[in-house]
């Protein structure tokens, strides 16, 4: 359970045991030593720098989904720094835990990082973990488990939203919808018709108007996301 302490986020015992951790070069290669951070480290929020730069874009939704996730499971994924307290990653979870009222949150410098790495990696800690996709089958056998043993499937990250694996309406072909722009010259911006299920149609309108407000080209970013997957 995660408290509001000035002393720190974990108790003391725990802070304790996270300072002694300690790694250097966790496998080498001739050519390509791997570099682990040697500590986890306390630091305060009002010291962090986060990047005014950063692409990504987190809604209140998400926001509020990090909150229950730090309340139920603690803050297990450390925010990453520069030597000076730029933040790398974490930008959510510091956010979250502005909410929460915590004064300090865990982290790891980054010290091996050059300028153009560290702006890359911020790029990069987000985008690797979209190009994963679930097994729903197995999806569906672990979340039935913690269903029958009475956990709060809405800290998992989808809130109320959580799969249900019912069988997919039948929404027919993308040429069954009436496509308001279809004659239009080409190169006039175009639309189609995306499905969303009731319960996801909410932050889908969220994610994608802060995504407009920030310059992104949405259509794009879909197609990309869904390559990914593909």
């Known amino acids: ?5 000035t002393s720190g986020i974990l108790p003391a015992q725990k802070r304790a045991r996270l300072r002694s ?3 250097r070069f966790m496998t080498q290669t001739p050519n390509y030593p791997v570099v682990a951070p040697e500590h986890i480290n ?7 720098t986060l990047y005014k730069g950063n692409p990504r874009v987190h809604s ?11 309340k139920e499971f603690g803050f297990t994924n450390p925010v990453l720094i520069d030597d000076t307290g730029n933040v790398i990653a974490g930008h959510g979870r510091i956010a979250a835990a502005k909410k929460l009222g915590l004064d300090e949150v865990p982290t790891i410098t980054l010290s091996h990082l050059s300028e153009d790495q560290r702006k890359a990696y911020i790029i990069a800690d987000n985008q690797l973990a979209l190009n994963s996709s679930w097994d729903d089958d197995l999806l569906k056998i672990e979340l039935e488990k913690l269903t029958e043993n009475g956990f709060d499937l809405s800290v998992l990250g989808w ?3 959580v799969p249900t694996f019912a069988d997919e309406p039948d929404y027919g072909s993308l040429d069954d919808f009436d496509d308001p722009t279809d004659g239009l010259a080409n190169d006039v911006m175009k639309a189609i018709q995306i499905e969303f299920r009731p319960e996801d149609y909410e932050e889908a309108k969220e994610v994608v108007a802060e995504a407009r407000k920030k310059g992104v080209y949405v259509g794009q970013e879909l197609v990309k996301a869904l390559k990914a997957l593909s």
Do not use: P, Y
């Open 1 to 5: 359970m995660v408290t509001a302490k």
């Open 21 to 23: 951790v300690t790694s």
């Open 159 to 161: 809130g109320d939203d």
């Open 42 to 48: 306390q630091s305060r929020i009002i010291d962090l």
């Open 60 to 70: 209140e939704i998400q926001i509020e989904r990090l909150v229950n996730s730090l």
